[in-house]
C-alpha cells in the first residue's frame, strides 16, 4: 500500500465499506503514537452507517481519561477485506499501530515523499 507524506504527516487512502457494500476512499493520517485499529469523526460514522459495539475509556497523552464510542468497519488492508474497530473521535481519520501490526511502514519524511505499508 502507497501513499504520500504531506501536512507533516504519512497519509495513505483506504476504502472503507457501509453495511449495503458502498464503498468511500478516505484518506487517513498515519499515528503510531494511537494504540488503536482505526478513528474516525462523527461524520464519517454516520456516513458509513457503522453498526456500535460498545464504549471504552482511553488515556489521553496528557493523562486525562476520556470516554469514546467503537464501531465496527470493514475496510480494504493489503488487497483484502478485514473487520477492525473504528474509534470515534473528532479529527482527521487515523491508521493507529494496532491495525499496522505485522506490517512495515516506510516514510519519507519531506514534502510529497513516499508511504509505503508492506505485509512481513
Not at 6 to 12: E, F, T
Not at 26 to 53: C, N, Q, V
Request: hydrophobic fraction near 45%; charge should be negative.
Amino acid at each position: 500500500m502507497t501513499g504520500s507524506f504531506s501536512r507533516n504527516a504519512g497519509r495513505i487512502t483506504l476504502r472503507l465499506y457501509r453495511p449495503d457494500e458502498v464503498a468511500f476512499d478516505i484518506e487517513f493520517l498515519i499515528d503510531t503514537g494511537f494504540a488503536g485499529e482505526i478513528k474516525l469523526s462523527p461524520y464519517w460514522i454516520g456516513t458509513l452507517r457503522l453498526p456500535k459495539l460498545w464504549n471504552e475509556e482511553f488515556t489521553m497523552a496528557d493523562g486525562r481519561v476520556s470516554p469514546y464510542e467503537i464501531y465496527a468497519a470493514e475496510c480494504e488492508w493489503a488487497g483484502e477485506k478485514r473487520l477492525v474497530e473504528a474509534v470515534e473521535m473528532v479529527g482527521e481519520p487515523m491508521i493507529g499501530i494496532d491495525l499496522l501490526r505485522d506490517f512495515s511502514l516506510f516514510l519519507e519524511v519531506r514534502d510529497g515523499g513516499a508511504v509505503e505499508i508492506k505485509a512481513l
